[in-house]
């Protein structure tokens, strides 16, 4: 056992160069290139780069980009100098970070960058995030995002986009934590983050700027096992405002089918809300959102009916244990007065778990509507989805019947 544990705490030696250069050319256009630098830490007397990469086992570098100005078509990428998470200044680390610490932060930037406005915290986890949420304050924001999956939160990426406080600060240090991500911590934060000598705490100096990331591309690279890639520009939703929204209508047959109700305002922040945070989210997915928060996730699945049913399972399974959680200081599944229980199922039950009134969020087009009866049977009051399936009228035709509003965004937001 005393191995098996070693090698979660062993700093892998990695081979990688210092510096790294990609080139782009063919015959019609001249030779352009991307130059990188391996970044390193120095923790407790050791100069590293990243601990390991996935796995224990697996050898893996964080690189930044340090010079080149490529252009692919018309789109210009990210210029160096730039940076967020390739240059992250390390606060606090008891052990250098591992490649999931980053990306995690990375995927938590990638749904903070479209939410400038307001506090928000997004808690991220086997990069998926497990809650999302804004607030009046950040300590609300991270209440939110918190308790929409507290299960799912343990030993998660915080990420925010306000200073860190004192506050917020000791609700994220009452629950074990991975990563603090922040664009600045408050005086006496850093005292209270370290009780936990493991927690890694990042500065990112350039959270504060997000909003300039918004519509900005980067390439995105997939490796293939017989040593091939496949390059594509980064997903970039353009639907970011409620005017980017499109009606819900369509013609099967000769008939024209149309959602009859229009969406309210607040259904409305919540479709672009939902939306932004589902940009973040590993496809085949469905989310129910809800005053600004995330409800439910339901991410990963190979269908839309099964995302959709696991998506509304999570939701009653964590408002029990939050209930739990809340009223007894204790877990749903270490809960063992039957009284107690009984209570909270029916109470969960009473009210579809939070269900009632959320919007519905789908990455892909419903191709058929028992899918989305998943949601309109617990209450879910608008919806929000791509369109464009042949069987569009169907799916309309399902939200007439429980009076639910839809708007399409004519945009899919797959993220494999």
């Known amino acids: 056992m005393g191995e098996l544990q070693k090698m979660y705490r062993t700093v892998q030696d990695d081979h990688f160069p210092k510096n790294m250069e990609i080139s782009f050319y063919d015959d019609a256009t001249p030779k352009q290139s991307l130059l990188y630098e391996r970044a390193v830490w120095n923790i407790a007397g050791e100069e590293k780069g990243l601990r390991y990469g996935e796995n224990p086992g697996q050898e893996a570098a964080l690189y930044r980009l340090i010079n080149g100005n490529l252009t692919l078509g018309n789109v210009t ?31 938590a930037l990638n749904i903070l960058r479209y939410f400038h406005d307001t506090p928000m915290a997004v808690i991220v986890k086997h990069n998926n995030p497990c809650g999302a949420a804004k607030g009046a304050t950040l300590a609300e924001a991270y209440h939110k995002a918190y308790f929409a999956d507290r299960i799912a939160a343990f030993g998660g ?21 991975e990563v603090v991500a922040a664009p600045e911590f408050e005086e006496g934060v850093m005292e209270i983050f370290s009780r936990h000598k493991n927690l890694r705490v990042m500065r990112i100096n350039a959270i504060e700027n997000l909003a ?10 997939k490796s293939l096992i017989d040593g091939g890639l496949i390059v594509q520009t980064s997903y970039i939703p353009k639907v970011r405002t409620a005017a980017d929204l499109m009606k819900a209508e369509t013609e099967y047959k000769g008939t024209r089918y149309a959602v009859k109700r229009q969406p309210t305002a607040a259904e409305t922040d919540d479709m672009i809300f939902g939306w932004l945070v589902e940009s973040g989210i590993t496809s085949n997915s469905v989310i129910f959102v809800k005053n600004g928060a995330t409800v439910a996730i339901g991410t990963g699945e190979q269908d839309r009916v099964g995302v959709a049913e696991i998506a509304v399972d999570k939701a009653y399974r964590k408002r029990q244990d939050r ?42 087009f419903f191709p058929f509507r028992d899918g989305i009866d998943i949601g309109l049977k617990q209450g879910v009051s608008a919806v929000v989805q791509p369109g464009g399936s042949i069987r569009d009228f169907e799916v309309i035709e399902a939200c007439n019947e429980y009076g639910a509003a839809m708007m399409f965004t004519g945009e899919r937001s797959f993220k494999h």
């Open 212 to 221: 300039r990331y918004v519509a900005v591309p980067v390439l995105d690279y």
């Open 323 to 364: 209930y739990a959680f809340e009223r007894f200081g204790t877990p749903w599944a270490l809960l063992e007065d039957e009284l107690k229980r009984q209570e909270i199922i029916e109470e969960v039950k009473a009210e579809n778990a939070d269900l009632k009134g959320s919007v519905m969020v789908s990455d892909a």
């Open 157 to 177: 990426a915080v990420a925010v986009n306000r200073p860190m406080d004192k506050e917020t600060a000791e609700a994220i240090a009452a629950s074990y934590t």
């Open 77 to 107: 990428c990210i210029q160096p100098g730039r940076w967020l998470v390739s240059d992250v200044e390390l606060l606090q680390s008891g052990k250098h970070p591992g490649k999931t610490n980053l990306t995690d932060v990375d995927n």
